[in-house]
């Protein structure tokens, strides 16, 4: 990744918990802005259209879609930074802040040298239960909440 999307080095990599994920390559104080969720700004309607494209297409859903609220969202797949590999964790070390239309991800806690960043996905209870990989001992057992 990039110096200019993060303050901190980090780097995208095979991941444990799904895929890729992406790393601390050095160690990350408690409460520091990390990294800012980026790409190309949707609204509601086209985000349906383009899963609806990849549906016909026979590829998976788009998963990469973070909202914003309001009826817009953000497409990591469409000039993203990287942010959009952070898997799932129900014990995450990363907190999501919406500020004036932009999604950071912050520091819960010391990140060491070595880890993955994850954030909860808060999935809605209503959704198709999603099966969670997380590894944690406080998973709940689906992205999904409870």
Known sequence: ???????YRLQVQRSAIHKRGVF???AIPRNRRVIEYTGARLRYGEVVRRQRRLMRMGKPPHVYFAWLGQGWAIDGAAGGNGAQFINHCCDPNLDVRR?????????KRRIRSGDELTIDYKYDKAERATRCRCGSP???????LK
């Open 1 to 7: 990744m990039e110096k200019t999307v993060s303050r």
């Open 138 to 144: 406080k998973c709940r057992g689906t992205i999904n």
């Open 99 to 107: 500020i004036r239309g932009h999604i950071l991800f912050f520091s």
């Open 24 to 26: 601390a390559l050095e």
